[in-house]
């Protein structure tokens, strides 16, 4: 009994936090960026406000493309670093384990300086050298979602077994692997892709425009305007999420249902 109001009581607890901490400004702030003019009245003229300003679509066209982006070439580079580093690089996990946490060490300043003159000139003068700091930024993150999810499945016998079938090395990463920690993708794919919504330090320094930028000069102009940016912004990192977890979880049941189906030809 007394276990029971205990958590009955945690639970409380836990409830009374998150509404006081996260809920109630979330709402407080959702309500006063629909107040009209001069405060007075309910109307969407902030929100109309903030969608007609100079430069809105193509903040949030770059910044959605630089974060598919460097998403893809997080998981193409990592994937496989980790599958080698659990099957035959165990020796070196301590080292890729270090360099994995330098991004939270060295300073962004440092980084986004140092790093820019270390690429080939080709991408120096381009938006898309902030692919490649978006990828580094997110290793640490990257790195312990699937090295979590890698360490929880039976690596080397599935491995064993796609390549005594006859498969090579690219099919049985892609469809043997993957699938085996789809938890881990995903959990990585959201981490990268939110790091390269919200990051504004780098591409600051770099003085390249996308919507984290550009919001910091739009809200200077509109007290209203920049509780309507940042409402907006929570909801639609919010609404992107959802849609890639969807699309994640509608993706892994038709692959089950075709391994099945495969399977049953077999037999």
Not at 80 to 105: E, N, R, Y
Not at 114 to 125: E, K, T
């Amino acid at each position: 009994m007394n276990k029971k109001l205990s958590k009955i009581s945690l639970f409380i607890l836990v409830g009374v936090l998150l509404l006081a901490i996260f809920i109630l400004p979330l709402l407080a702030a959702t309500i006063f960026s629909f107040k009209g003019m001069g405060g007075k009245g309910y109307s969407f003229i902030n929100y109309q406000w903030l969608i007609e300003q100079d430069g809105f679509w193509p903040a949030i066209s770059t910044t959605l493309r630089l974060a598919i982006l460097a998403a893809i070439l997080n998981l193409s580079l990592m994937v496989p670093t980790m599958v080698f580093l659990h099957l035959k690089g165990q020796k070196w996990k301590p080292l890729v384990d270090a360099i994995c946490i330098l991004p939270l060490i060295i300073p962004v300043v440092s980084l986004a300086i140092g790093a820019q003159v270390a690429m080939p000139g080709i991408l120096q003068n381009t938006e898309y050298e902030l692919v490649f700091f978006y990828v580094v930024i997110g290793l640490p993150f990257t790195y312990r979602a699937l090295d979590t999810s890698l360490s929880s499945v039976p690596l080397k016998t599935l491995v064993e077994a796609s390549r005594s079938l006859g498969s090579n090395w690219l099919n049985t990463i892609i469809r043997v692997i993957t699938p085996s920690i789809r938890s881990g993708i995903t959990a990585a794919l959201f981490l990268s892709f939110a790091l390269s919504l919200g990051e504004y330090t780098i591409t600051s320094l770099l003085h390249w425009e996308t919507f984290p930028t550009w919001t910091v000069v739009a809200a200077q102009q509109n007290i209203l305007g920049a509780i309507a940016i940042s409402v907006f912004t929570f909801a639609a990192a919010i609404i992107l999420m959802t849609l890639i977890g969807l699309s994640t979880h509608k993706g892994s049941g038709r692959e089950i249902v075709e391994e099945e189906h495969n399977y049953g030809m077999a037999e």
